[in-house]
């Protein structure tokens, strides 16, 4: 279309408010016609083609190759890639999107520069118009990243929020980004700096100034010798604190370590109360022996780490490498670091905590009823040879156990689940702490009681377990040079089991053929005769118990002088006395 304008003499004079005018009127033309060319145009391309199994984004991609359409949108509100099958037939480009987003909420808007703007909304082509088109408009933005003391920052990672679109910086820390919407913010992280948040509007330079963040540097860790900052050990040390320890319903400290440490392995190999300690290996078993890890308790190695309540942990440390290097042969596997809670002074704090679990096994196996095992025995035998006489189920008897799955011959033909027999669907766990912490300005305690119960999956279970602890840290100042310590701990376990070991119950559920009887209908209990010993009365404590008492005492006592005049330096010392003995029957 071509405007002209003509003036028949040019010697006439025209206003400057006329000129203008007419300058106005054209702009409006022009845009006006911009608009109505957008809108025609995605009114009469039309397009022909077939997509089998093929994602949405491939099918927007073969429509931007064959007209001037171009799409915008977040994969995050866009599913581009659900794939789909459509044939179009000489259809608009607003005919295909309504086969492509059908029964979805996708809103498409043509812009005026025949951009498509697919987004979350009602499933409509609109035309925004000029004044709309703004907010997607494409943008270029470029600047410089550095640090405090105006050095470059290369790998400066700069992500668009909430898109997966961005770009790092190079080795100038200069960087560039384009197709950036006007309302856009930009995420810049790089390691050791903290994360900047900018908002872009009609910014075209944007020069950012990271400042150093410190994770972790200045975290306290426990080593052999003592305790320093984290930014100041080069050797390999992991810790977790006394929240991460109580987190989980355990019974032990070592259970409780299963994945929150990075190079230790725990294995807990058995489920019986108070024999299911986890077995820990620090990166793997490196010696032919006992590869265990050193303990060290409050600077007392040897010590059981078990036998400790969880909630009287204030921090647990791994010694790798060379951080272990000062326990000398003894800590060939690792070592690890147990350091109770001390009393902080101030008015008394007293705190109670419990937690009451259940456990249950997670896979119960499948095993056949009294019908499918005599049909079982049955054609087994028919394929050893044996004569129909000699055989241990007759067809009469396999048809009588059939009838007695609903329970029609209890004494002759019984059906025994012996899982279901022996085991009860759950069994609890519970734990109880009671601890005051406290002092003076010269003196500090801290005194807990706990006690913990955890009972077996067995039907009146013979296995059971219980323990009680008693803590008691005391800390006294003398003068402002000595400091001295008492720690005493008692810890009391008592373990329960039945004659036969939960190992050997699983045997015997497993074994035993269902054809037998776990409990006559009168309540006696009966023979077995795969194994000699019923599972269901092994589990108890009828045919026999075992009663494991095992009695400990730590104590230790330990002073502390500051030598006058020369500050940070210390002379310790410790004496301690550890008593273990134990009453089997």
Same mark, same amino acid.
């Given at each position: 279309?071509?405007?002209?304008?003509?003036?028949?003499?040019?010697?006439?004079? !025209?206003?400057?408010?006329?000129?203008?005018?007419?300058?106005?009127?054209?702009?409006?033309?022009?845009?006006?016609?911009?608009?109505?060319?957008?809108?025609?145009?995605?009114?009469?391309?039309?397009?022909? &083609?077939?997509?089998?199994?093929?994602?949405?984004?491939?099918?927007?991609?073969?429509?931007?190759?064959?007209?001037? $359409?171009? $799409? #915008?949108?977040?994969?995050?509100?866009?599913?581009?890639?659900?794939?789909?099958?459509?044939?179009?037939?000489?259809?608009?480009?607003?005919?295909?999107?309504?086969?492509?987003?059908?029964?979805?909420?996708?809103?498409?808007?043509?812009?005026?520069? $025949? /951009?498509?703007?697919?987004?979350?909304?009602?499933?409509?082509?609109?035309?925004?118009?000029?004044?709309?088109?703004?907010?997607?408009?494409?943008?270029?933005?470029?600047?410089?990243?550095?640090?405090?003391?105006?050095?470059? /920052?290369?790998?400066?990672?700069?992500?668009?929020?909430?898109?997966?679109?961005?770009?790092?910086?190079?080795?100038?820390?200069?960087?560039? !980004?384009?197709? /950036?919407?006007?309302?856009?913010?930009?995420?810049?992280?790089?390691?050791?700096?903290?994360?900047?948040?900018?908002?872009?509007?009609?910014?075209?330079?944007?020069?950012?100034?990271?400042?150093?963040?410190?994770?972790?540097?200045?975290?306290?860790?426990?080593?052999?010798?003592?305790?320093?900052?984290?930014?100041?050990?080069?050797?390999?040390?992991?810790?977790?604190?006394?929240?991460? @320890?109580?987190?989980?319903?355990?019974?032990?400290?070592? =259970?409780?370590?299963?994945?929150?440490?990075?190079?230790?392995?725990?294995?807990?190999?058995?489920?019986?109360?108070?024999?299911?300690?986890?077995?820990?290996?620090?990166?793997?078993?490196?010696?032919?022996?006992?590869?265990?890890?050193?303990?060290?308790?409050?600077?007392?190695?040897?010590?059981?780490?078990?036998?400790?309540?969880?909630?009287?942990?204030?921090?647990?440390?791994?010694?790798?490498?060379?951080?272990?290097?000062?326990?000398?042969?003894?800590?060939?596997?690792?070592?690890?670091?147990?350091?109770?809670?001390?009393?902080?002074?101030?008015?008394?704090?007293?705190?109670?905590?419990?937690?009451?679990?259940?456990?249950?096994?997670?896979?119960?196996?499948?095993?056949?009823?009294? +019908?499918?095992?005599?049909?079982?025995?049955?054609?087994?035998?028919?394929?050893?040879?044996?004569?129909?006489?000699?055989?241990?189920?007759?067809?009469?008897?396999?048809?009588?156990?059939?009838?007695?799955?609903?329970?029609?011959?209890?004494?002759?033909?019984?059906?025994?689940?012996?899982?279901?027999?022996? +085991?009860?669907?759950?069994?609890?766990?519970?734990?109880?702490? #009671?601890?005051? =912490?406290?002092?003076?300005?010269?003196?500090?305690?801290?005194?807990?009681?706990?006690?913990?119960?955890?009972?077996? @999956?067995?039907?009146?279970?013979? #296995?059971?377990?219980?323990?009680?602890? !008693?803590?008691?840290?005391?800390?006294?100042?003398?003068?402002?040079?000595?400091?001295?310590? /008492?720690?005493?701990?008692?810890?009391?376990?008592?373990?329960?089991?039945?004659?036969?070991?939960?190992?050997?119950?699983?045997?015997?559920?497993?074994?035993?053929?269902?054809?037998?009887?776990?409990? $006559?209908?009168?309540?006696?209990?009966?023979?077995?005769?795969?194994?000699?010993?019923?599972?269901?009365?092994?589990?108890?404590?009828?045919?026999? &118990?075992?009663?494991?008492?095992?009695?400990?005492?730590?104590?230790?006592?330990?002073?502390?002088?500051?030598?006058?005049?020369?500050?940070?330096?210390?002379?310790?010392?410790?004496?301690?006395?550890?008593?273990?003995?134990?009453?089997?029957?």
């Amino acid at each position: 279309m071509k405007i002209f304008c003509i003036l028949k003499n040019p010697n006439i004079g !025209l206003s400057k408010n006329l000129i203008l005018k007419m300058k106005l009127t054209f702009l409006l033309m022009f845009f006006c016609l911009m608009q109505v060319s957008a809108t025609i145009y995605s009114q009469t391309t039309k397009f022909t &083609f077939k997509a089998d199994n093929k994602q949405i984004v491939d099918v927007l991609r073969e429509i931007e190759g064959n007209s001037n $359409f171009r $799409f #915008f949108y977040l994969r995050e509100q866009v599913d581009v890639e659900r794939r789909v099958s459509i044939t179009a037939n000489d259809a608009t480009v607003e005919q295909i999107l309504d086969e492509l987003f059908k029964g979805r909420e996708i809103s498409y808007e043509l812009m005026n520069d $025949f /951009l498509i703007v697919l987004s979350k909304g009602d499933n409509k082509l609109r035309d925004l118009g000029a004044n709309s088109s703004g907010y997607f408009q494409q943008r270029t933005v470029n600047g410089k990243v550095t640090d405090t003391s105006g050095q470059p /920052l290369p790998g400066v990672s700069i992500v668009i929020k909430g898109t997966t679109q961005g770009t790092v910086t190079n080795t100038s820390g200069e960087y560039t !980004l384009t197709n /950036l919407p006007v309302n856009a913010i930009l995420d810049f992280s790089f390691v050791g700096m903290a994360t900047v948040e900018i908002q872009v509007n009609n910014q075209t330079t944007i020069d950012v100034i990271m400042q150093e963040q410190a994770i972790g540097l200045e975290e306290v860790v426990a080593v052999g010798y003592g305790v320093q900052k984290k930014v100041n050990v080069i050797g390999s040390v992991e810790s977790v604190t006394s929240e991460e @320890l109580t987190l989980n319903p355990v019974s032990n400290v070592s =259970n409780t370590l299963a994945g929150r440490l990075p190079g230790a392995i725990v294995l807990q190999e058995s489920g019986e109360p108070g024999n299911n300690d986890a077995r820990i290996l620090i990166r793997g078993i490196a010696t032919l022996g006992d590869a265990s890890p050193l303990i060290v308790v409050d600077g007392i190695p040897g010590r059981d780490l078990n036998s400790i309540d969880p909630w009287d942990i204030e921090s647990l440390t791994i010694l790798k490498d060379a951080s272990a290097a000062i326990y000398g042969a003894r800590s060939a596997n690792g070592v690890i670091l147990v350091t109770t809670k001390r009393g902080t002074g101030g008015v008394p704090t007293f705190k109670y905590e419990f937690f009451e679990g259940i456990k249950q096994p997670t896979v119960v196996p499948e095993l056949l009823n009294s +019908y499918q095992y005599a049909v079982r025995k049955r054609e087994g035998e028919i394929d050893q040879g044996i004569p129909e006489n000699s055989m241990t189920f007759s067809l009469e008897d396999i048809e009588k156990y059939k009838e007695g799955l609903s329970g029609e011959y209890p004494w002759a033909y019984p059906n025994t689940n012996w899982w279901d027999a022996t +085991y009860k669907e759950w069994s609890n766990i519970r734990h109880h702490t #009671f601890s005051v =912490n406290g002092g003076s300005n010269n003196s500090r305690y801290y005194v807990s009681f706990g006690t913990q119960y955890e009972n077996g @999956l067995e039907k009146k279970s013979a #296995f059971k377990y219980n323990r009680y602890n !008693l803590k008691a840290n005391l800390d006294f100042d003398l003068n402002k040079y000595i400091n001295v310590g /008492l720690d005493l701990s008692g810890v009391v376990q008592d373990k329960g089991a039945g004659s036969q070991g939960t190992l050997a119950t699983m045997y015997g559920v497993v074994l035993t053929d269902p054809t037998n009887v776990a409990i $006559f209908p009168n309540g006696l209990p009966g023979p077995d005769r795969t194994l000699g010993w019923n599972p269901v009365i092994a589990a108890t404590d009828a045919t026999g &118990f075992e009663d494991d008492n095992v009695y400990r005492l730590y104590s230790k006592i330990n002073a502390k002088i500051k030598v006058p005049r020369i500050e940070n330096l210390s002379i310790s010392t410790y004496y301690s006395y550890d008593l273990y003995f134990n009453i089997n029957k």
